[in-house]
């Protein structure tokens, strides 16, 4: 049974055939990532994770890296069931979970999907592929680096994905925090991948006093997945 075959969340012929593409374009890129971190995989096997090289992110300019098609469709869910609004998302790339966000943000009657890219030429890109989706309406990715492109957000935040380099996403994590709305979900990809990178930002969200309830789930390269139960005052 193809991927267009089999029964989708999203329910939405076009988009998936346009989903399907993307994912399909990842796909092809897989096995240079796999000769990228051949070095690394000892320690990934081991559990220890990839160490995280902020110094060298080039290789990553043209990458999609995504996150996995059931990924997507769980996000989508899950945005959703908590008729999520107002979405951000820290590293666009191409679109790929823009548009299962952006997808949920139409069928729960309106909204933004607030991305953050500053690879010039992802920006443009993930533009156009949101735009064949038909879903630009429901999308504003800010260009440039987010811990400057986010200072500006004022309004509520129902649920947030944290899917880019991570040396950052703490520091995200903490602009966007009080925005966050008690109920509200923070979704982070590859947290065991790059388990020393996010360390600091997992323990901040497993820290009960910061006001998250958190659990890794066994998804890709380890999901974690929060939600907020209460304000800090």
């Given at each position: 049974?193809?991927?267009?075959?089999?029964?989708?969340?999203?329910?939405?012929?076009?988009?998936?055939?346009?989903?399907?593409?993307?994912?399909?374009?990842?796909?092809?890129?897989?096995?240079?990532?796999?000769?990228?971190?051949l070095p690394?995989l000892p320690?990934?096997?081991?559990?220890?994770?990839?160490?995280?090289?902020?110094?060298?992110?080039e290789f990553?300019?043209?990458?999609?890296?995504?996150?996995?098609?059931?990924?997507?469709?769980?996000?989508?869910?899950?945005?959703?069931?908590?008729?999520?609004?107002?979405?951000?998302?820290?590293?666009?790339?191409?679109?790929?979970?823009?548009?299962?966000?952006?997808?949920?943000?139409?069928?729960?009657?309106?909204?933004?999907?607030?991305?953050?890219?500053?690879?010039?030429?992802?920006?443009?890109?993930?533009?156009?592929?949101?735009?064949?989706?038909?879903?630009?309406?429901?999308?504003?990715?800010?260009?440039?680096?987010?811990?400057?492109?986010?200072?500006?957000?004022?309004?509520?935040?129902?649920?947030?994905?944290?899917?880019?380099?991570?040396?950052?996403?703490?520091?995200?994590?903490?602009?966007?925090?009080?925005?966050?709305?008690?109920?509200?979900?923070?979704?982070?990809?590859?947290?065991?991948?790059?388990?020393?990178?996010?360390?600091?930002?997992?323990?901040?969200?497993?820290?009960?006093?910061?006001?998250?309830?958190?659990?890794?789930?066994?998804?890709?390269?380890?999901?974690?997945?929060?939600?907020?139960?209460?304000?800090?005052?």
């Open positions: 049974m193809s991927q267009l075959s089999k029964p989708s969340a999203l329910n939405d012929t076009k988009i998936e055939t346009i989903l399907a593409r993307l994912h399909a374009e990842a796909d092809k890129q897989f096995g240079g990532l796999i000769l990228h971190y690394k320690g990934l096997l081991l559990g220890k994770g990839i160490k995280w090289d902020q110094t060298k992110t990553y300019n043209d990458k999609y890296i995504p996150i996995e098609r059931d990924q997507g469709e769980l996000i989508y869910l899950i945005a959703r069931s908590i008729n999520a609004k107002t979405i951000v998302e820290f590293g666009t790339s191409f679109g790929i979970s823009t548009i299962y966000l952006a997808t949920a943000v139409r069928d729960n009657g309106g909204g933004v999907v607030i991305g953050t890219e500053i690879v010039h030429e992802k920006v443009l890109q993930a533009r156009k592929n949101i735009a064949e989706a038909g879903l630009e309406t429901y999308v504003d990715i800010r260009e440039g680096d987010a811990l400057e492109t986010l200072k500006t957000l004022n309004q509520t935040v129902d649920l947030v994905l944290i899917d880019g380099w991570t040396h950052l996403a703490l520091d995200v994590l903490k602009i966007l925090d009080p925005l966050i709305r008690p109920g509200g979900i923070i979704i982070s990809d590859n947290v065991n991948t790059f388990k020393d990178g996010l360390k600091s930002y997992v323990e901040f969200l497993q820290n009960p006093a910061n006001g998250y309830r958190t659990s890794t789930l066994n998804l890709k390269g380890g999901t974690e997945f929060s939600v907020k139960v209460k304000e800090i005052s």
